[in-house]
C-alpha cells in the first residue's frame, strides 16, 4: 500500500511557475513508477509526466514537453513536477500516481492515487 499526498498547487500569472510535491508512504518508494496527471472541469484526466523506478527514464505529454520536469528523491519518499511558462490551459486539478509495474499514460495503469492539487493559471 502507497499513500500519496500532493501539495505545492496555487493560484499563478500566466507565464509563471509552480512546483509540485508528492509525498509518499511506505519503504518501497524506489521501486514505484510515479506519474502526474491533471484533470480540468468537464474533461478526462490526462498524463502529464511520468519518472521510472530509481529515476530512470522520463515521459512527458507534448503539451509540457520542454516547459516542464519531473524529478523525484527516493531518500524522501517525494517525486516533484516543475512547470514552467504555465498558460491558462494547464488550470487543472493535478493528480499524483504510483504504480509498482510498467506503468503507462494510461490513469487505469497506476495503481494508487493521491487526492489532488488545484493549479490555476490567470491569464
Known amino acids: 500500500q502507497v499513500q500519496l499526498v500532493e501539495s505545492g498547487g496555487g493560484l499563478v500569472q500566466a507565464g509563471g511557475s509552480l512546483r509540485l510535491s508528492c509525498a509518499a508512504s511506505g519503504r518501497t518508494f524506489s521501486t514505484y513508477t510515479m506519474g502526474w496527471f491533471r484533470q480540468a472541469p468537464g474533461k478526462e484526466r490526462e498524463f502529464v509526466a511520468a519518472i521510472r523506478k530509481s529515476g530512470g527514464g522520463t515521459d512527458y505529454a507534448d503539451f509540457v514537453k520542454g516547459r516542464s520536469t519531473i524529478f523525484r528523491n527516493n531518500a524522501k519518499n517525494t517525486v516533484y513536477l516543475q512547470m514552467n511558462s504555465l498558460k491558462p490551459e494547464d488550470t487543472a486539478v493535478y493528480y499524483c500516481?504510483?504504480?509498482?509495474?510498467?506503468?503507462?499514460?494510461?490513469?487505469?495503469?497506476?495503481?494508487?492515487w493521491g487526492q489532488g492539487t488545484q493549479v490555476t493559471v490567470s491569464s
Open positions: 500516481a504510483a504504480d509498482d509495474g510498467v506503468a503507462g499514460r494510461t490513469p487505469s495503469s497506476y495503481d494508487y
